[in-house]
């Protein structure tokens, strides 16, 4: 009887080890599934802070072309004035 119960107990080693592998396999199992869905609310929140930040460059892009063109505009503006002058000093001087 004695062997038999010794035997019943080599035989539950191999299965006790067993449950102990599926018991972290499964703990693995739930911390990967935490990380991959913390990582895919991360990659949503980058993706949107991507947008916005390329909407702010186009944004940027498109009202530094608006101030290039105004300040072109004032520029040629100037200049005609300034012609304008010299051509009256000139005419002040014959």
Do not use: F, H, W, Y
């Not at 035997?7 to 693995?28: H, N, Q, S, W, Y």
Request: proline share 1%; charged share 40%.
């Amino acid at each position: 009887m004695a062997k038999a119960v010794a035997t019943r107990a080599v035989d539950l080693e191999p299965i006790d080890r067993l449950e102990e592998k599926v018991r972290l396999l499964v703990g693995m199992i739930e911390r990967l599934r935490a990380d991959s869905a913390r990582m895919a609310d991360d990659n949503a929140r980058l993706m949107r802070e991507l947008d916005d930040a390329r909407a702010r460059v186009t944004e940027a892009e498109g009202t530094s072309a608006q101030e290039i063109t105004a300040l072109r505009e004032e520029r040629d503006l100037i200049r005609s004035r300034v012609t304008e002058m010299l051509q009256q000093i000139e005419s002040l001087n014959l």
